[in-house]
């Protein structure tokens, strides 16, 4: 079965500060993948989308920047956090080319800057 | 564009009793639609969908959704709710013809007293 992974489960980083959230799949091959961001637990706001290695859409101009190193791995990044990149990022996976699937969602990172 | 209204923030019923909660869409072209569920501080769970045929799907734990073309609308319904039931629910559409980008209503608190 497939499976979704995300860490950490949590971050507290000051103002300035670096970020990289991780994001792997495993049990399928060649997915689709997402990084949304859910502000004050309501609506999800899609960041960036990928459906191969090294392609990255990326959907609202802001202070992050996606990778897909490899197949099953996507990474969240930022050279220096702003307070407003707070928030519950959420990794998403799904089938490659089958743009009737459904999302599987990671458990979740929760950002806080300081 | 495309866009999905969740009317309301907040819907409490009474368990045993039936529940609805609503979900309008604005798509151009033919529309996939997805209802999810998210428990505190956990990612999203798929729940049922909406690509072609009949109008009324059935989805897990019970919940199915009546798409309605007319009206441009995909309620997720259940005949007898559950306290287990309470959660955040999300409505997503995502359009035939654009490809990877699902987009998500602000969600619905439900609430079920027992």
């Known amino acids: 079965s497939q499976t979704i992974h995300q860490w950490p489960a949590t971050l507290v980083q000051p103002v300035g500060s670096p970020l990289s959230l991780e994001c792997t799949v495993e049990g399928t091959s060649n997915p689709n993948l997402y990084w949304y961001r859910q502000a004050a637990g309501r609506g999800l706001q899609l960041l960036f989308y990928?459906?191969?290695?090294?392609?990255i859409s990326s959907e609202v101009p802001q202070n992050l920047s996606a990778s897909r190193p490899q197949d099953r791995q996507f990474i969240l990044s930022s050279k220096k956090l702003l307070l407003s990149d707070s928030g519950f990022y959420l990794c998403?996976?799904?089938?490659?080319?089958?743009?009737?699937?459904?999302?599987?969602f990671g458990e979740g990172s929760r950002l806080t800057v300081l | 564009a495309q866009s999905v209204a969740q009317p309301e923030d907040q819907v409490n019923v009474a368990e045993g009793n039936p529940l609805t909660v609503k979900c309008t869409y604005s798509v151009s072209g033919n529309p996939y639609l997805f209802w999810y569920v998210q428990y505190p501080n956990r990612g999203l769970q798929f729940l049922l969908k909406?690509?072609?045929?009949?109008?009324l799907v059935k989805g897990s734990y019970g919940f199915e959704a009546e798409f309605n073309k007319s009206q441009t609308s995909f309620h997720l319904k259940k005949p007898s709710a559950l306290v287990s039931d309470s959660a955040l629910y999300f409505c997503a559409v995502r359009a035939n013809t654009n490809a990877g980008k699902s987009t998500f209503g602000d969600g619905t608190t439900l609430t079920v007293k027992p």
């Open positions: 998403a996976w799904s089938v490659r080319g089958a743009w009737t699937g459904e999302l599987f």
């Open positions: 909406y690509i072609t045929g009949d109008n």
């Open positions: 990928s459906v191969g290695i090294g392609q």
